[in-house]
């Protein structure tokens, strides 16, 4: 059997460290030609139940003088299809968003094809997505470690480790998400002095959403088929509270394809302009206009099954405690709403 | 021509009468005129016997042959910029008499770029050619003052890099594996330490650098863009000695003297590293424990068997380490808590020179080249290695034959056996859950014939005439790939394997390379000079990085990877003022590549066991104009060089996939069109010699986003054509100043202190610009452009070294 594949360590960004030992960086304001805007795509579907978003928008010139991503494909025909002859219509929500029902879940072993019709007539389809299966995470654990510099005694380091799945080429990316019970809903800072600020409870539980934005962690299992994957670096959590720290840490099976796709994307973005890095190539999605190959169609659209363990890691066990600073909070007397989105929830996590 | 032909035939009767008549009374004296210090054979000098006022020169091996009468000579023995010698000498039978001259400057002129006759580059038919004698070299400015034998080729014209801190030439429009790298024949796969910041050769054992970028001789062969060869200095026979020198970031010390002696004589130099230091003087935590370091050794023997053959051994050793210790790499993205690279070479050669009849000579030798490289993690769980090697060995044959006044014939045969282990992937550890993988070795045989002539038609004009017949078999044993027809070569489109066995030949080439330059002399010192060449190669390292790594791994043509040629032509004015004070010339040329190698987008190389399915084959065209001024007499001293050139590249397969910008012409990553370089010398005293050298180009070409989109939460650029625009232009100016404080001889202990400043105006040059987006949301997604430009060596760097010798 041929194997490609991909040795867990990127040997190009030490190189790059090296040069950076004594380089420097500076901001640079180049020339760029602008090109007209393509049409991308952005959005996966799971094995768990959920609603799941499709968001159609169009690219915007790298250099701009608006806030960008304000085009979206809007009044688009989007179906979900599956090999089974299944199909789901989702429904537009505005701003470029396409919804599944709450009850969607996909199957895996089945493959999916996102069909995108837009209003003037364009068809465009994603290449049939296959959604693997996913296995365990068998534990999940930490080091610590002191620093020796800045606000913090010391950070955690958490890892996990899981058993590849056997005789298959397998591919995971993975993630995590913590969650926090915030008892303010406001905050502002008095201007008498730094240490002190002037707080609103919230009227409801709320809790703030953290995340890596912009991470992309992923692995092949190339090097390693059939064996025990450990030591998976997950995020660092900082020893700024003996408090136990809720985290919710996400395993997600991906296609060969998909895996390129975010290695490519993960190369250019932590380009660090090294003489040893590959030079940025157009990256290849997996949708295509169905009748003109030579539209240019950006994104991807994803299929995963997921093995999510919720967990609180314990900050307990440090001798020393840990670093703090002695914050003032003046209650005022009302309370605020707390504000969902992307960085607040009124719902109680799973696991919590 | 019938003239000269008439001429000629006239010429051979004499000789013939005259050598008739010297076999009863006259007496053969014979011998070899040489340099002192180099030792290096001297071509072209003058014996004059005083009584007779009759006179020979000596041959381009620096050896003479004359008949005399029995008795008591004078002879005066003398060579362009060499001290006269007068030599007294009673000869009774036919005897050999060396001379040594020793070059006259340290009392008069410098000479920056020697040629062996001060009016060579007018006369000979190479051209494309310059070479550097190590005193020139060892006077520029250097950087952390370690004197470069790589990078002072830099500033000759038709020569360029990607960046500081990369190994490499670019040379004339060619890519950085195109260069036959030599040191005594051997060559290496590798010409830089610490990743092109220092040259792997040890400056203290070199005598001359050649390149030859266009008029490539027959000789040499394998390579399609240029030669650059380097020639380490014969060791002394006369006395021991020591001489080295110390700087910021690495010492180096070479012995040498007769073991036997008139018989043996050897040198050994070695070279050491101490960076480190530097890192820990960091405030970063990942810099500190990073830990970087070099040394290798050079050696040369000289066995002297006869008059007439000698035996030399040459050998070299070198071993670079570089490792990111400590929690410097354990972020997210990278499974391991240190990394070590590690690459070396060891390399050695035998060569036997012998002097076959009057006037043919043999050189024959035996070569082994073998260089190495190993990037590993130590993480028990994730512990590997990760090797890669390339083994050369030669075993060849060259002869030079002076067939007649106006013919040198030059003849051989070289037989390469290459093989290759691109890479071996090791759990290196009990408890590793790495699986071992290693990619099949691969076998080649090359082999070259060749012959030339050199022709002196008339005085005024003359030709080279040469050609090399090479030949390629890639050999087993090996399993290779057949692809679906009318399909991307992809791992899916593989159809059917075919395994050799070994010794089998998998794939065979074989190529005729001519070889031809004329030279017309077109006034009393000026000429027109003329070439063509065609050159193969059948090795090349594989790399899509922007400039190669050492770690990147070399490929060998076989199943669907074909041989890279390259023909070029080029002609050229040369002119010499003032008694050759001033040596110039203007040449331009023009180059077709075939079959020049760039990647598919986004592929991995490392361990990837069908590169042909990454790899693209397209063809390249360089054309460009060189302007050179050589001042080589005088106080001051130096070289103006001016390029502009163009290089550019075209992949356009059948398929989507293997076309790069849509298959049209685009710009190499080394394409820097105008390009000066301006290095000055001015010896103020015996005592103090103050170096300056200056160099612009045209920024290099790079890739850069048209828009941005935004996917699961990250922003990504969208780049849409390769090279489409063009990094800031590169300047610096670096300034040194020798000091010689006892530049009598009467000491034994001779020191000297060199400070170099290089980048005295600290010019922040770019190295890249890039595009970074992680981390950086807030800012994309308001109007502000994330880029960044990267500068590696951004400031003014001042060193000292002194160097001794005794």
């Given amino acids: 059997m041929i194997k490609t594949g991909y040795i867990p360590e990127n040997t190009y960004r030490c190189v790059v460290i090296y040069l950076l030992l004594i380089s420097c960086i500076s901001s640079y304001e180049p020339k760029l030609e602008p090109d007209s805007p393509k049409l991308t795509v952005d959005g996966w579907i799971s094995d768990q139940p959920g609603t799941y978003t499709i968001t159609l928008r169009y690219s915007s010139p790298y250099i701009n003088n608006e806030i960008v991503f304000t085009r979206y494909a809007e009044n688009a025909s989007v179906t ?273 | 021509m019938v003239k000269s032909l008439r001429y000629y035939l006239l010429i051979f009767f004499c000789l013939t009468a005259l050598l008739a008549a010297a076999q009863s009374q006259y007496l053969r004296l014979s011998g070899k005129v040489y340099d002192r210090e180099s030792k290096e054979p001297l071509a072209n000098a003058n014996i004059v016997f005083k009584s007779s006022q009759t006179g020979v020169s000596t041959d381009s091996t620096g050896r003479f042959q004359i008949l005399v009468l029995p008795g008591y000579h004078v002879l005066t023995v003398s060579y362009l910029g060499y001290k006269s010698r007068t030599v007294n000498v009673t000869i009774e039978n036919s005897r050999e008499l060396n001379i040594a001259l020793t070059e006259e400057l340290k009392t008069l002129d410098e000479v920056s770029i020697s040629s062996r006759r001060s009016d060579e580059n007018i006369t000979n038919t190479q051209f494309g050619t310059n070479k550097l004698s190590m005193e020139s070299i060892s006077k520029l400015p250097s950087f952390m003052g370690e004197v470069d034998v790589v990078k002072s080729v830099l500033l000759l014209p038709g020569v360029t890099n990607v960046g500081e801190g990369t190994t490499g030439l670019n040379i004339r429009g ?351 010192t000026s000429s027109l000079k003329a070439n063509y060449n065609r050159m193969y190669q059948y090795v090349q390292q594989v790399s899509n990085t922007t400039a190669s790594m050492p770690s990147d791994r070399w490929q060998l043509c076989t199943t669907h990877i074909n041989p890279q040629s390259t023909d070029q032509v080029s002609a050229g004015y040369f002119r010499n003022f003032q008694n050759d004070m001033f040596e110039t010339s203007a040449e331009v040329f023009y180059k077709s590549m075939n079959n020049v190698t760039d990647y598919k987008d986004g592929v991995n190389l490392l361990l990837n066991p069908v590169p042909e399915t990454a790899m693209l084959q397209g063809r390249g065209r360089a054309y460009g104009a060189e302007v050179f001024v050589n001042k080589k007499k005088g106080s001051v001293t130096g070289w103006f060089s001016y390029t502009y050139s163009q290089t550019h590249l075209k992949v356009n397969g059948d398929f989507p996939e293997e076309q790069i910008n849509n298959g049209k012409w685009y710009a190499s990553n080394y394409n820097r069109p105008n390009n000066l370089s301006l290095a000055l010398n001015y010896k103020r005293d015996n005592r103090i010699t103050y170096s300056a050298n200056f160099v612009y180009s045209t920024g290099r070409p790079y890739t850069s986003p048209s828009d941005k989109y935004l996917v699961n939460g990250v922003y990504i650029p969208n780049y849409t054509g390769r090279n489409q625009n063009k990094l800031p232009d590169y300047h610096r100016l670096d300034v040194s100043m020798t000091i010689d404080p006892n530049p009598k001889k009467e000491h034994r202990w001779k020191g000297s202190w060199t400070l170099s400043i290089y980048n005295i105006y600290a010019r922040k040059n770019a190295y890249s610009i890039f595009f970074k987006t992680k981390n950086d949301n807030y800012a994309l997604y308001l109007k502000k452009v994330n880029a960044y430009k990267l500068s590696v060596l951004g400031t003014i760097f001042p060193s000292i070294t002194y160097n001794y010798k005794f």
């Fill in chain 1, 80 to 352: 979900i299809t599956d090999d089974a002859g299944g199909e789901t219509q989702l429904t537009y929500e505005g701003t470029g968003k396409y919804q599944t029902s709450p009850t969607f879940a996909g199957q895996a072993g089945r493959s999916y094809v996102l069909n995108i019709m837009l209003q003037d007539g364009t068809f465009y389809q994603s290449q049939p997505e296959m959604l693997k299966p996913v296995p365990p995470i068998d534990t999940i654990y930490t080091s610590y470690k002191e620093l020796s510099k800045g606000f913090l005694r010391g950070e955690f380091s958490v890892f996990f480790d899981f058993m590849d799945l056997a005789g298959t080429k397998d591919y995971y990316q993975w993630d995590w998400t913590h969650y926090k019970l915030e008892q303010y809903c406001h905050i502002t800072p008095s201007h008498s002095n730094e240490y002190d600020f002037l707080v609103a409870n919230c009227c409801g539980p709320c809790w703030s959403i953290d995340r890596c934005y912009g991470c992309i962690n992923i692995f092949s299992d190339t090097y390693y088929e059939d064996k025990k994957i450990s030591r998976v670096p997950v995020l660092k959590i900082p020893y700024d509270s003996k408090a136990p720290y809720f985290v919710q840490i996400r395993l997600k099976s991906l296609t060969e394809s998909a895996f390129k796709f975010w290695y490519i994307v993960s190369e250019q973005i932590n380009n660090s302009g090294g003489i040893f890095d590959k030079p940025p190539v157009t990256i290849k999605g997996n949708i295509v206009n169905v009748n003109n190959p030579n539209d240019q169609v950006l994104g991807y659209f994803g299929a995963s099954a997921i093995y999510e363990v919720p967990i609180y890691i314990d900050r307990s066990k440090i001798d020393k405690p840990p670093y703090g600073t002695a914050y003032i909070y003046r209650e005022r007397p009302i309370c605020i709403e707390c504000s969902v989105g992307p960085y607040r929830t009124d719902r109680q996590p799973t696991g919590w």
């Fill in chain 2, 174 to 524: 060619s890519n950085t594996d195109q260069n036959l790298i030599l040191m005594d024949g051997i060559p290496f796969f590798n010409s830089g330490h610490l990743f092109g910041f220092f040259s792997v050769f040890n400056p203290d054992v070199v005598n001359n650098v050649t390149l030859h970028k266009g008029g490539i001789p027959a000789k040499h062969g394998g390579r399609t863009a240029a030669v650059l060869d380097v020639k380490l200095k014969s060791p002394d026979t006369e006395k021991w000695s020591v001489n080295g020198g110390a700087g910021l970031v690495a010492s180096r010390v070479l012995v040498e003297g007769p073991v036997i002696p008139e018989k043996l004589s050897m040198l050994v130099a070695g070279r050491v590293s101490y960076p480190n230091y530097l890192f820990r003087m960091s405030s970063k935590e990942e810099i500190k424990t990073t830990s970087a370091g070099f040394y290798d050794i050079t050696t040369k023997w000289e066995y002297r068997v006869s008059d007439k053959s000698r035996i030399e051994f040459t050998g070299y050793a070198s071993n670079d380490d570089f490792k990111l210790s400590g929690d410097s790499l354990s972020n997210i993205e990278i499974n391991a808590t240190s990394s070590e690279f590690n690459w070396q070479a060891l390399n050695g050669s035998v060569a036997w020179y012998k002097q076959l009849g009057k006037n043919l000579t043999l050189r024959s030798s035996a070569i082994r080249s073998l260089y190495k490289s190993t990037i590993s993690s130590p993480d028990s769980s994730n512990a590997y290695t990760l090797g890669s090697q390339i083994r050369y060995q030669s075993i060849n044959a060259d002869f030079t034959w002076q067939a007649a006044p106006n013919h040198e014939l030059d003849f051989g045969i070289a037989v390469n056996y290459y093989t290759t282990w691109p890479g071996t992937l090791k759990p290196d550890h009990p408890a590793s859950s790495i699986n071992p993988l290693q990619i099949p070795r691969e076998n080649g045989l090359e082999m070259g014939i060749y012959a030339s002539d050199q022709w002196k038609v008339s005085e005024r004009f003359s030709v080279q005439l040469g050609a090399r017949y090479s030949q390629w078999q890639a050999l087993g044993k090996a399993d290779k790939y057949e692809y679906t027809q009318g399909m991307p070569r992809t791992i899916e489109s593989i159809t059917d394997t075919v395994s050799y066995a070994d010794g089998d030949i998998i794939r065979s080439f074989a190529a005729i390379e001519p070889r031809v330059s004329v030279t017309l002399k077109v006034g009393p």
